[in-house]
């Protein structure tokens, strides 16, 4: 059974940083591509970044470039997210996803498995 699961969410002040994990089961790791996608209150699930198989490429959502920083150890399993100057609208449930399809990557519909998110909540 597949399971991703999210870990390193909490509360921060603006401008600070937290460091997001998601530890996948997945049988071959390597194999997927790796995407965090987040959810505010009230508003839909967006996408806002991934990683390739073996971390060649990455793609961010234009409202975190430059902030949030993917990347992956497939040694470990694991998926990382390292946020900085955090700012309130971040706030949302961030989620793990994982994909075998890279053209896909930034949709909801494309991504393969999930996890079921962890709570990141900034303060002003």
């Known amino acids: 059974q597949v399971q991703l699961v999210e870990t390193g969410g909490g509360l921060v002040q603006a401008g600070g940083s937290l460091r997001l994990s998601c530890a996948a089961s997945?049988?071959?790791?390597?194999?997927?591509?790796m995407g965090w996608f987040r959810q505010a209150p009230g508003k839909e699930r967006e996408f806002a970044a991934a990683i390739r198989r073996r971390g060649g490429g990455t793609l961010y959502a234009d409202s975190v470039k430059g902030r949030f920083t993917i990347s992956r150890d497939n040694a470990k399993n694991t998926v990382y997210l390292q946020m900085n100057s955090l700012k309130p609208e971040d706030t949302a449930v961030y989620y793990c996803?994982?994909?075998?399809?890279?053209?896909?990557?930034?949709?909801?519909?494309?991504?393969?498995?999930w996890g079921k998110g962890t709570l990141v909540t900034v303060s002003s």
């Open positions: 997945l049988r071959i790791f390597s194999t997927y591509n």
């Open positions: 996803a994982a994909s075998t399809e890279w053209g896909l990557i930034w949709s909801i519909n494309g991504m393969d498995y």
